[in-house]
């Protein structure tokens, strides 16, 4: 049990410093061009991200990809995306090209716009779900055409120094590299063509990078202690943050709730001052089975959250036996070790958290068969190991704070092994001890 402990106390000491994610190892977003047509200037390209992430997807207001060119290259046009600048073109005439920026930046087209300048996986403001809970929603793409630029596979310069931004996203990309040529079928599938130059670049996610302070924590309770264990004060940090009390006037004034270009949070006062609190509450006990509760509630008043994703990691959750109103995925990490899973919302139900206020909550609850030799309400076994919320870890509270079982293992710690052994002969005896 002490080994438990210790493991909590070192993962809470360090995860916020690795980039490396032992939940999700080869969780990622490649982005991938795939050269489809030779102009008499440069290319057509046609780019695809994949979300290869578990449970971390792009919310709203979505990605913003940038890179450098290594040349002059010019991008002519786009399709399902555009940049944000033009940059200076006053070297061109006529044929004015779409972005000559050196480093060009380019977001998603809003959804809605016309069929003749879609493609595939485009123009969904940016937003891309995560992998375990939507693959096929887990892509974004558009189609770029370059100039200036080399017209074979000996000559093109790789894009460099890719970038992966957009408010609370910490990613860092590789460099671009050059694989075996994508595939493809026909639309018929009766003929396979293939691109004729293809390259990825690999991003991974950094929470440090994407802020200092956790983005949500965890809270515990349990039938067996009345005591609530809360958040921990400042958890997702304190200084420079303004909040709202819950019952304050000016919640009723029109347009509090319009999210801001900048994504600033509009915070419920806390002690935690986090836009996100899990609870875990543990809540009955049955001979074979127990059940906990877990709810998880928004405090920002300015973000509904689409597409929420929840990741608990618990040794009970390779015996999970029933959840109740949310989606649960195992994330088998390594092999036989299936402590850890994904918990999301049913579509049109609960896969929205609603913004802060009296509907900015979901819940479900879990049984879980016991297995007989590890099971114990014990130095706060029957809560998680890790919570993560949208794919950011959550600030737990500390591990001696966990609600105990009354007159459990620690009491015991605290007496000399003469009083243990007094306790121990007078239990053995059927004596009752107060
Ligand atoms: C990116 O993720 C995919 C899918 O999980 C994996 O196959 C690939 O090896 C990862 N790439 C890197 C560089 O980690
Ligand atoms: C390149 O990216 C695609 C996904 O966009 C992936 O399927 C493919 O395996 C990647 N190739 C390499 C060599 O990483
Ligand atoms: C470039 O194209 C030629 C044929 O046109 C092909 O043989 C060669 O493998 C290609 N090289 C790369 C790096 O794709
Ligand atoms: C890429 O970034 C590095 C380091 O920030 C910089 O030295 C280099 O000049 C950049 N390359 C281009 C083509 O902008
Ligand atoms: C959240 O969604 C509800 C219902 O779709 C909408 O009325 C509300 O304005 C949204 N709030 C925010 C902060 O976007
Ligand atoms: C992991 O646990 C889930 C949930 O109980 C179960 O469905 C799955 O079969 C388990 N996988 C392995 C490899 O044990
Ligand atoms: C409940 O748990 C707290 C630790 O969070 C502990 O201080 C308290 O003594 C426990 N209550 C009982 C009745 O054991
Ligand atoms: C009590 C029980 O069902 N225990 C099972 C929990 O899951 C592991 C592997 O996932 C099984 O080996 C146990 O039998």
């Known amino acids: 049990m002490k080994a438990v402990l210790v493991f909590v106390a070192i993962s809470v000491l360090f995860s916020y410093a690795v980039a490396y994610d032992p939940l999700d190892p080869s969780g990622n977003i490649t982005i991938k061009w795939d050269v489809i047509s030779w102009t008499p200037d440069g290319y057509v390209a046609a780019v695809t991200m994949n979300n290869f992430q578990m449970y971390r997807q792009i919310m709203s207001p979505g990605w913003t990809l940038g890179w450098s060119w290594a040349k002059k290259e010019v991008i002519w046009s786009m399709v399902g995306a555009q940049a944000t600048e033009q940059g200076d073109c006053s070297k061109f005439k006529g044929n004015i090209p779409h972005c000559c920026k050196r480093t060009p930046t380019i977001v998603d087209l809003l959804p809605g716009v016309p069929y003749n300048q879609q493609i595939a996986n485009c123009c969904k403001g940016g937003v891309i779900a995560a992998y375990g809970q ?73 929470q440090m990078l994407a802020s200092r302070y956790p983005s949500c ?149 879990i049984l879980l068969q016991k297995d007989l030799q590890t099971f114990t309400f014990k130095q706060g076994w029957a809560f998680p190991r890790k919570v993560y919320f949208n794919g950011d870890e959550c600030k737990m509270p500390s591990p001696d704070a966990y609600p105990y079982l009354p007159n459990s293992a620690h009491i015991f710690a605290k007496m000399t092994l003469q009083q243990s052994l007094i306790i121990l002969v007078s239990f053995l005896l059927g004596l009752r001890v107060v």
Request: hydrophobic fraction near 30%; glycine fraction near 6%; aromatic fraction near 12%.
């Open 134 to 206: 939507d693959p096929a929603a887990a892509v974004s793409a558009f189609q770029v055409s370059v100039g200036l630029a080399g017209t074979t596979n000996k000559t093109v310069k790789l894009p460099k120094n890719f970038t992966l931004l957009g408010p609370g996203l910490g990613y860092t990309c590789g460099p671009a590299k050059i694989v075996p040529s994508t595939v493809y079928w026909t639309p018929d599938r009766r003929r396979k063509t293939q691109a004729l130059m293809t390259w990825n670049v690999t991003c991974t996610y950094t």
């Open 217 to 365: 924590c965890v809270s515990f309770s349990s039938f067996y202690n009345s005591t609530i264990v809360p958040c921990p004060s400042c958890s997702c940090g304190c200084q420079h943050k303004n909040c709202i009390q819950k019952d304050s006037k000016l919640l009723t004034k029109a347009g509090v709730n319009t999210p801001r270009k900048d994504g600033q949070p509009l915070l419920q006062c806390t002690s935690h001052m986090c836009p996100i609190r899990v609870h875990w509450h543990v809540k009955l006990n049955y001979k074979d089975y127990w059940r906990a509760k877990i709810a998880i509630t928004n405090f920002n008043y300015r973000m509904n959250y689409t597409q929420w994703t929840l990741v608990a990691q618990h040794p009970n959750l390779n015996n999970i036996t029933e959840v109740f109103s949310f989606t649960y995925k195992p994330l088998v990490t390594y092999g036989s070790i299936n402590d850890t899973g994904m918990f999301y919302g049913l579509k049109y139900y609960n896969d929205l958290l609603m913004e802060a206020g009296p509907d900015g909550n979901v819940q479900s609850e």
